[in-house]
């Protein structure tokens, strides 16, 4: 027997809305298009951490005091990741795409969403065993600047190595993870070299433009949190940054299958969930 859900009460719809509102208003942050279910969780999670009794309260404070901001983004945003998450993905970039970058004297990559930095590194120590690191620039983006400090530092706590090695070892890696990381007092640090050629950047996919063109978008986990007409964007941002026949890589539950910017992409390796862009850039805002 299913279960009839419980309506939503219309004043937390209207709080939430204006616990939104301010939060564009004030200090440029927009959730207003992120799938609702999680809105709320990640709402209630920020009310909760910073000791207010309703989200009205949260949101007079939020108003007026900057400084509880990080505090707020950080509990609105997910950072859960793992160095070569879904090693599949990784194992299919190293033998499908990696042939096809091959051929290009420079490329460039955009890690849209890199929260905590291990996909950029993931990439980064992939690029660097198949001999592309030297002629690759990295752009990795966030919009939780905590975040994005974090992945520039490049360390992680040292008991999440057993897990990083496995997945390197499934995703292809073709030395030992330890070639690439120095381990000291309870943490690893991944090697200066690896983000020497990565710009760490703010950009927010649901109200920033595209900066450069690509041949490779990785933005994996991150379109999950937004509706539909926010995947669209982001997707039809992706379509504009990328060169023709460049890849985009999605998370494993994420398509844009059904998405108004589909026509711009052509399956490449859909257990994976990576495409290609199909004709130029200039036909994305068609
Ligand atoms: C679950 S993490 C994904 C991390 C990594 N890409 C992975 O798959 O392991 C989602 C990240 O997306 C970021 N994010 C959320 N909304 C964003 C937006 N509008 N623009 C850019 N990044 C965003 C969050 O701050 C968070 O760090």
Same mark, same amino acid.
């Given at each position: 027997m299913s279960v009839a859900p419980v309506p939503a009460d219309p004043a937390d719809e209207v709080e939430l809305d204006l616990f939104l509102e301010a939060l564009h208003r004030r200090?440029? !942050?927009?959730? %207003? $298009? !992120? $799938?609702r279910a999680s809105l709320v969780r990640r709402a209630d999670l920020a009310r909760e951490r910073l000791g207010c009794a309703t989200l009205s309260d949260l949101q007079g404070r939020l108003l007026r005091d900057p400084l509880i901001l990080p505090d707020v983004i950080d509990a609105m945003t997910v950072q859960v990741s793992e160095?070569? %998450?879904?090693p599949s993905y990784y194992l299919a970039l190293r033998r499908e795409v990696v042939p096809h970058l091959r051929t290009f004297p420079s490329l460039k990559v955009w890690v849209a969403?890199? +929260?905590?930095g291990e996909e950029v590194y993931s990439l980064a120590i992939l690029f660097q065993e198949e001999g592309l690191l030297d002629r690759t620039l990295f752009y990795a983006t966030e919009i939780n600047r905590r975040a994005l400090a974090r992945a520039e530092a490049g360390v992680y706590a040292i008991d999440r190595l057993p897990a990083f090695s496995q997945n390197y070892q499934r995703a292809g890696? *073709?030395? *030992? #993870? +330890?070639?690439?990381y120095t381990a000291a007092y309870g943490r690893v640090a991944f090697d200066r070299r690896l983000r020497d050629r990565t710009v760490f950047t703010e950009h927010n996919l649901a109200t920033d433009q595209v900066f450069s063109e690509v041949h490779l978008v990785s933005c994996r986990?991150? #379109?999950? !949190?937004?509706?539909s007409p926010l995947q669209d964007r982001a997707l039809g941002l992706f379509a504009e940054a990328l060169t023709r026949g460049g890849f985009l890589g999605l998370g494993?539950?994420? *398509? #844009? %299958?059904? $998405? $108004?910017? +589909? %026509?711009?992409f052509a399956a490449f390796h859909e257990p994976d969930r990576i495409w290609r862009r199909t004709a130029s850039r200039e036909d994305a805002h068609a």
């Open positions: 200090w440029h !942050y927009d959730f %207003r $298009s !992120y $799938s160095l070569f %998450r879904d969403g890199c +929260a905590d890696g *073709t030395g *030992t #993870l +330890a070639d690439h986990n991150v #379109l999950i !949190y937004f509706d494993s539950h994420e *398509t #844009l %299958r059904f $998405s $108004s910017q +589909a %026509r711009h």
